[in-house]
């Protein structure tokens, strides 16, 4: 293939080194400085005459964009969540979308029982404690948390990662599962992660920690509220892995500082980078920037499955983790 045949891509966010060159193999890159990110203004203009994007995440493929970049055929998104794409919008434009499913499974299960450690057994607050130099008192109580193996443990969402979740609760410490989802699991799944299907109100009520792994949806919007919260223990945890917008935001801070529960752990937030105040202002939430993903091997091979979506696409009309097939079919 000549340089100039090549199809152009943009890299909508710095990655890797090795994914850049494996993309370089067979594109026209134009990349994106480290930390740099684009307002959609600036991305519709860099996509310009380009084929392919590799997007994190942050960036919104929606119709005003697809209108704007005709030459546009697939956006991968370096994420399994892919709520930054209007599927729909996308199909009737041909643009296909691709996600990166499967390979984070275990590390963000790993992540979401850290957190959920970490929240009940107040991690984060001990060490700011410590670190400001007040650790000249002691008394038996002091940084008390909720007991984690043996009590009950609630998943709202229960794809891939509730699974890896779960299975982690039940055999690493002896925890009560309890699950609620759109559809239920067949019974070789749930017996693998000895789960049981309630309904949310169930999971709300019996949860000593309640983990959020759904993916976001505008149905799935405020999931957890002022009212869900209410019907959960004041004894409880909450942690949300999932997505923005999942929680109310100030809704939880309002609850975690009147005591309404005990804890919660995010790594998520609506409108994220930015997190609400009143968060900020409460000492019993551990704050993440969603890294629930981030460790380099994952995050390597999250790039790479991004980099041989655009790679298969372009150049064989074929992906690996397709999202609105429709868009292949109706070009072969
Ligand atoms: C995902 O892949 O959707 C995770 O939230 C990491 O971005």
Redesign the pocket.
């Known amino acids: 293939m000549t340089g100039a045949s090549k199809p152009a891509i943009l890299i909508a966010r710095a990655v890797f080194p090795e994914v850049e060159s494996r993309l370089r193999a067979h594109f026209e890159v134009e990349t994106t400085p480290a930390g740099m990110v684009w307002s959609p203004d600036e991305l519709v203009q860099r996509l310009q005459g380009k084929s392919g994007v590799l997007t994190?995440?942050g960036e919104r493929i929606d119709a005003g964009l697809l209108a704007a970049c005709p030459t546009l055929r697939i956006a991968a998104?370096?994420?399994?969540?892919?709520n930054n794409f209007d599927l729909a919008a996308m199909s009737v434009a041909g643009v296909l979308g691709t996600?990166?499913p499967d390979v984070?499974t275990e590390t963000?299960a790993d992540f979401g029982f850290a957190l959920l450690m970490a929240t009940a057994r107040r991690v984060t607050e001990s060490e700011r404690f410590l670190r400001a130099g007040q650790w000249n008192q002691w008394s038996l109580d002091l940084f008390a948390g909720a007991e984690v193996h043996g009590t009950t443990l609630g998943i709202l969402g229960m794809g891939r990662i509730g699974r890896a979740i779960a299975r982690r609760g039940a055999h690493g410490f002896g925890m009560q599962v309890l699950y609620h989802n759109r559809s239920r699991l067949d019974e070789a799944s749930e017996a693998d992660c000895r789960a049981r299907y309630v309904s949310k109100a169930e999971l709300l009520a019996q949860a000593d920690h309640l983990v959020l792994v759904l993916p976001y949806t505008p149905e799935a919007h405020h999931s957890i509220g002022a009212a869900e919260i209410a019907q959960m223990k004041p004894s409880a945890t909450l942690v949300n892995?999932a997505?923005g917008g999942i929680v109310d935001d100030a809704a939880l801070a309002r609850a975690l500082r009147e005591r309404r529960i005990a804890a919660a752990g995010l790594d998520?937030f609506e409108g994220e980078p930015r997190v609400h105040p009143d968060l900020l202002n409460v000492p019993n939430v551990v704050l993440t920037p969603?890294i629930?993903?981030?460790t380099l091997p994952t995050r390597m091979a999250?790039a790479m499955l991004a980099a041989d979506n655009l790679i298969a696409y372009l150049t064989e009309g074929r992906a690996l983790t397709p999202l609105n097939p429709d868009v292949i079919k109706a070009a072969t």
């Open positions: 994190t995440g998104n370096l994420a399994v969540g892919y996600n990166a984070l963000t892995i997505r998520v969603h629930a993903s981030a999250m």
